[in-house]
């Protein structure tokens, strides 16, 4: 199917611009209507959820809310956007949201590239939401925002990038490893990238069985060899090997599996 970048323009701008709106789930036909939704009757939630904080899954839209957050600073395959140019991202991912799992969400797009304050904002907004969402933000910072929020919050924190892509090529390894008559154990894996989405990949095939030392990643630099000084920090670091070869090709010498998680065409 081809789409032209008319078509996707067009797509964004018809209507009602962008993609989300807010729908009303109460009725506000009159006055007592309005007076339950406001002042006075909204204070008798308020008291409740003051009273009893798990009461706000009863009385308000939490539970079913999820807060799409990024900082613009690793958007798809374009890089450091910004945080406001990331915004059509993150209204995508809240349509996927509603339309296949009819959960409600919030994109926030934060103008912070500092972990400390990209924390800071999402703690600060914690209790609107059943739930975080972090997508497209650069690694390492991306493990290290991800991990600070689930040690502070009382919600699930969910990293997209990583743990949405860990998921699917997981199911990907155990259907072809089948379908090939082959053990976990006993592949050896090349994974093209040495991200967010790469790493966390790579954790996950070591939980469903593949030893971390048949696991090879690949990054700008070469290959994540242990030793390297270059381009590295402790996430990579988790996964060097032992190994002679320092480019893709010699990494792809003799393995059986290859992930693609960077940029496209350079395998041949």
Request: overall charge negative; glycine content about 8%; some cysteine.
């Amino acid at each position: 199917m081809e789409i032209t970048r008319e078509d996707a323009l067009e797509y964004h701008a018809r209507g009602r611009p962008g993609k989300l709106a807010i729908a009303i789930t109460k009725p506000c036909a009159g006055q007592r209507d309005l007076s339950l939704a406001y002042t006075p009757g909204v204070a008798e939630a308020v008291r409740e959820i003051q009273r009893d904080p798990e009461a706000a899954y009863r009385y308000t839209a939490r539970g079913n809310l999820v807060a799409v957050v990024s900082n613009g600073t690793a958007v798809l395959g374009l890089g450091q956007t910004g945080a406001l140019a990331a915004k059509p991202v993150m209204e995508g991912k809240a349509l996927l949201f509603k339309a296949f799992a009819d959960v409600d969400v919030f994109d926030l797009e934060i103008d912070a590239t500092d972990p400390d304050e990209v924390v800071r904002i999402v703690r600060a907004l914690a209790p609107t939401f059943g739930g975080i969402n972090l997508e497209d933000i650069k690694a390492p910072d991306c493990f290290l925002i991800e991990e600070r929020l689930r040690a502070i919050l009382d919600i699930p924190v969910f990293h997209d990038d990583q743990h949405g892509t860990a998921i699917v090529t997981g199911a990907a390894l155990l259907n072809a490893l089948e379908l090939a008559d082959k053990a976990v154990h006993g592949v050896r894996t090349v994974i093209s990238g040495a991200g967010a989405s790469a790493i966390a990949t790579a954790a996950f095939f070591v939980e469903l069985g593949m030893p971390r030392e048949h696991i090879t990643l690949v990054d700008t630099t070469g290959v994540v060899y242990a030793g390297r000084t270059a381009n590295m920090n402790p996430y990579k670091a988790r996964f060097a090997v032992e190994t002679r070869a320092r480019t893709l090709a010699e990494a792809l010498e003799g393995a059986d599996v290859f992930v693609g998680l960077s940029v496209g065409g350079i395998v041949s």
